[in-house]
T-cell receptor, first 113, second 116 residues
């Protein structure tokens, strides 16, 4: 099946620093999504990308859909303590009756005040 | 707004016991799914449903059953619990367009299951 390689596995940063994480795949996707999971909660959608090359921002978050359709990155600028959590990328190859998302294993972000 | 509601939030079972994790959504979403989350493994799809009366297997379906009698509810059944099923379980739903869902999932808060 399709697999996503998400890196880094974990990050420990100081408040105010910028953060970058990415996902790569051996297969193409036509949707990339980024989710955040706060401790003890379910994941919440941050950004959805539907077009190769697309660059989308949501506040301090910026994500891009790679031109090859096999990768995506998420940047967080000027990190704050509430950015702590697990960030998941997810890819979907839409078409026919395909509903399934493939998730990366997550990036655990810790922000030191 | 309730969104996706999962019950129970915590459960401890003995090996061999059965139980049902409940999931309900009030957003009229056609697509519903169950994931399990284990340390270092990310989110793995157990079963999913694209509408009432229609279910299909995901990546790790063994040991779990599902049914979808209504649009709102999608229960997950463990017929004979095993320690390997100790995990955090998430129900998720999304809007569908035709025969494809958007991938924009709404997750419940999770059900933490321990099998002794």
């Amino acid at each position: 099946g399709q697999q996503l390689n998400q890196s880094p596995q974990s990050m420990f940063i100081q408040e105010g620093e910028d953060v970058s994480m990415n996902c790569t795949s051996s297969s193409i996707f036509n949707t990339w999504l980024w989710y955040k999971q706060d401790p003890g909660e379910g994941p919440v959608l941050l950004i959805a990308l539907y077009k190769a090359g697309e660059l989308t921002s949501n506040g301090r978050l910026t994500a891009q859909f790679g031109i090859t359709r096999k990768d995506s990155f998420l940047n967080i600028s000027a990190s704050i303590p509430s950015d702590v959590g697990i960030y998941f990328c997810a890819g979907q190859l839409r078409g026919g009756s395909n509903y399934k998302l493939t998730f990366g294993k997550g990036t655990l972000l810790t922000v030191n005040p | 707004n309730a969104g996706v509601t999962q019950t129970p939030k915590f459960q401890v079972l003995k090996t061999g016991q059965s139980m049902t994790l409940q999931c309900a959504q009030d957003m009229n979403h056609e697509y519903m799914s169950w994931y399990r989350q284990d340390p270092g493994m990310g989110l793995r799809l157990i079963h999913y449903s694209v509408g009432a009366g229609i279910t299909d297997q995901g990546e790790v379906p063994n040991g779990y059953n599902v049914s979808r009698s209504t649009t709102e509810d999608f229960p997950l059944r463990l017929l004979s619990a095993a320690p390997s099923q100790t995990s955090v379980y998430f129900c998720a739903s999304s809007y569908s367009r035709g025969f494809a869902n958007t991938g924009e999932l709404f997750f419940g808060e999770g059900s933490r299951l321990t099998v002794l």
